[in-house]
């Protein structure tokens, strides 16, 4: 009988304690209790999202016919201090373009096609560079055509020495000689266009 009764009072002492301390195992898995850490998840109230959260950005920057891409030039660019940088915008592009002058027009079987570019200089050092050289365009096959000298008539060719300290601005245009048949399907621009550096080329892609 005394044990009957002293079993009772420790299953009303257990329950009640549970109860105090929030009730059974609900929402409690095997490893504790659970939250959304992922990267998508939001942040918990009064903390911070976790390192990997924001998403990758690696990859050369893309864009289209006006857009605006941000480059990254070589470290130590003709000796300057600080960063080079520079916004390049894709204002114009002319699939048949003529040459201002006739030293520059394309040989039989070719056509010039023609590129505008805006530049803004954004770093904290002096980008200095070919106006053209950085620049070319790419066909349907993958085959990539340089920028050449030369002004198109429907307007001034980019400076052949281009020098933007932090905050100037220089636009102009890039001539190029195609085969009459190719398609011409992206223009893109490598700043300091030393080697193939994928992270320093802005493409544009066309149509």
């Not at 059974?24 to 990997?52: C, H, L, R």
């Not at 950005?57 to 016919?65: T, Y």
């Not at 990254?72 to 204002?91: H, M, P, Q, S």
Request: charged fraction near 20%; aromatic fraction near 6%.
């Amino acid at each position: 009988m005394h044990r009957s009764i002293a079993a009772a009072a420790a299953v009303v002492t257990l329950t009640a304690t549970l109860v105090a301390c929030g009730g059974s195992d609900v929402g409690i898995g095997k490893g504790g209790p659970t939250k959304n850490t992922g990267p998508s998840g939001p942040a918990e109230p009064g903390g911070e999202q976790p390192p990997d959260a924001a998403p990758s950005s690696a990859g050369p920057p893309i864009g289209k016919l006006g857009d605006t891409l941000a480059l990254e030039g070589l470290a130590g660019n003709l000796d300057t201090t600080g960063t080079v940088r520079a916004d390049f915008t894709l204002k114009r592009y002319v699939d048949r373009a003529q040459a201002e002058i006739a030293y520059f027009k394309a040989p039989p079987g070719e056509r010039l096609v023609a590129a505008e570019f805006s530049i803004v200089g954004t770093g904290t050092g002096t980008y200095h560079d070919s106006g053209y050289n950085g620049a070319k365009v790419i066909d349907s096959t993958g085959k990539r055509y340089f920028g050449k000298p030369g002004s198109p008539t429907v307007g001034e060719s980019l400076d052949l020495s281009l020098i933007l300290q932090p905050g100037e601005r220089a636009a102009g245009w890039v001539i190029f000689e195609v085969p009459e048949g190719a398609k011409i399907t992206a223009v893109t621009y490598q700043m300091d266009a030393t080697g193939l550096d994928e992270e320093r080329v802005g493409r544009w892609n066309l149509g």
